[in-house]
């Protein structure tokens, strides 16, 4: 089942990069898929290490994700306004 998981994670990280058009904002969803898969594999050679994933895995990721998902939003709407502007500079910072 951890693998179906990691692998519906790995695929919202790869949509994520082509629903978002920034190229600077695709660098950093790559490196975030990069250290996600490391991350996914060493959980898979060290299961006792499980724990001190956690942190990552249940909060920083999913955090991550919401955040990356609400930039793709603002890219679709195609509105530019200073709020809109604000926010997606704040997400990429």
Do not use: W
Not at 9 to 28: F, G, N, P
Not at 59 to 72: D, Q, V, W
């Amino acid at each position: 089942e951890a693998t179906d998981q990691d692998a519906k994670l790995l695929a919202e990280i790869r949509q994520l990069d082509d629903d978002i058009d920034d190229e600077e904002m695709s660098r950093k969803i790559r490196r975030i898929e990069e250290c996600t898969e490391h991350i996914l594999e060493y959980q898979k050679k060290h299961p006792d290490k499980a724990s001190e994933l956690h942190t990552f895995l249940d909060y920083y990721l999913p955090t991550t994700l919401k955040l990356l998902n609400a930039y793709a939003d603002f890219e679709e709407t195609g509105v530019e306004g200073e709020n809109l502007r604000e926010a997606k500079r704040r997400i990429r910072a």
